[in-house]
């Protein structure tokens, strides 16, 4: 997607779906340590991770990789991408370039940074009151080298990573969850073959399967509950084609096995997307075959965005239905419907304006879900800066409303 993102609403562990922060609690790192990333980062440029549907399409960029050298988006900017934040996605212009092309990078080398603070108030109904934390949330650096001539070439990221819970908490190796010894970790690193931008491509390593709508928000429904909330990214060997008019990704996952941290899962996931109406509207189908400990899921989907130009808004929904077959024959097939829908409000290319709804039916024979409702404001004043403000309402069924509040500051070289 036209994207130039961050890496997620919240760092990890702080999953506000789920489990409330200890009142108080903060990642407090040493000074030394900072002073020290710094100085690495101050060589790098920015490490997106999924990213902003709302550009693909309202920007005249149909095909995500138009900006981001990904295939299917998210991830470093291409020198078009640089441009685009100078010239028609920030504020007051400004100049996209590394270092605000203070230092020429050549063509075969693209390194980048991003560093993030983030302010969150969530609130659910604790007798205790609300909880409030202030933290870093984001340091990491990625370098993509190519060998020019060949279509070879491979990306790294590695950073620290955030975590709002008491560090102390030890959770076993086994378990597939956030390690509090493991602090500096690599999200993504992959070596892809692709010729041309318009092609086949084949890539294998650490990273997210084209799936969804691929929003930065890893706590939407959409994400969480499909396999793609934080640190879930799995081991995969992707292959694909992507055209002016349509793309198609097929990629077989299997869970981090160097360091059990993430997915449990394994299987397979396609995602196909066509590009109608003179690139003004777009519709993908997808299916995920996810094989875990204990059950096996089984999720068929769909995909569409479309934008008004005499408007500048842009509508889109994701709309998934979850098969999940235990291994355990007591325990009888369960249907889940995850979905989004949304719509962007683009006053400005560099303002974008989310209102985006949510439902979780966890068992369609079950009355009870989880709906929740979500207002995104963006902000890009200057080349290489962000600010976000998230308001997030959830509405379980037969509880109270959980109310989250979220603002965070990004700076990217």
């Not at 990904?70 to 470093?76: D, W, Y």
């Not at 969480?224 to 198609?248: C, H, K, M, P």
């Not at 075959?289 to 842009?314: C, H, M, Q, S, W």
């Not at 369609?364 to 929740?372: L, N, R, S």
Request: proline share 6%; hydrophobic share 45%.
């Amino acid at each position: 997607m036209k994207t130039y993102l961050r890496r997620s609403l919240l760092a990890d562990g702080a999953d506000t779906n789920r489990r409330p922060w200890p009142r108080g609690k903060a990642l407090r790192p040493s000074w030394a340590l900072g002073i020290a990333l710094a100085a690495i980062l101050s060589i790098y440029r920015v490490v997106p991770a999924w990213g902003y549907p709302q550009w693909q399409l309202s920007t005249g960029a149909a095909r995500c990789n138009q900006c981001h050298y990904a295939p299917a988006g998210g991830g470093l900017l291409t020198s078009y991408g640089r441009d685009a934040v100078g010239d028609q996605l920030s504020t007051f212009g400004g100049n996209g370039a590394f270092l605000h092309g203070a230092v020429p990078v050549p063509s075969w080398l693209a390194v980048g940074g991003d560093l993030r603070g983030a302010f969150v108030d969530h609130a659910v109904q604790d007798p205790n009151g609300a909880t409030v934390a202030v933290f870093p949330m984001q340091a990491d650096a990625s370098a993509r080298l190519s060998i020019p001539g060949t279509g070879l070439s491979g990306v790294g990221t590695i950073g620290l990573r955030g975590q709002v819970r008491d560090p102390n908490l030890l959770v076993p190796i086994q378990n597939y969850q956030p390690i509090s010894t493991s602090r500096l970790i690599s999200r993504e690193h992959y070596l892809m073959f692709q010729p041309e931008v318009i092609g086949t491509y084949l890539r294998v390593g650490r990273f997210f399967a084209p799936f969804g709508l691929r929003l930065a928000e890893h706590n939407l429904y959409v994400r969480r509950d499909l396999g793609f909330d934080q640190l879930r990214e799995t081991y995969n060997f992707s292959a694909g084609i992507v055209q002016d008019s349509w793309e198609a990704h097929v990629t077989v996952f299997a869970p981090d096995f160097l360091r059990h941290i993430g997915s449990d899962e394994h299987g397979a996931a396609a995602y196909s997307e066509f590009r109608v109406a003179e690139g003004t509207a777009a519709i993908a189908g997808q299916a995920r075959i996810a094989v875990g400990p204990g059950a096996t899921r089984f999720i068929f989907g769909a995909v569409g965005k479309a934008y008004l130009e005499r408007a500048r808004t842009l509508f889109f929904t994701e709309v998934n239905l979850v098969h999940q077959v235990f291994d355990d024959p007591g325990v009888r097939t369960r249907r889940q419907a995850v979905g989004a829908a949304g719509v962007t409000i683009l006053p400005l290319p560099s303002l974008p304006v989310t209102l985006l709804g949510e439902r979780n039916q966890i068992d369609i024979g079950i009355p009870d879900a989880w709906t929740a409702a979500n207002v995104l404001v963006n902000w890009f004043p200057y080349a290489h800066c962000e600010a976000q403000l998230v308001g997030r309402l959830q509405f379980p069924s037969g509880g109270d409303v959980a109310k989250t509040l979220f603002f965070q500051v990004h700076y990217f070289l």
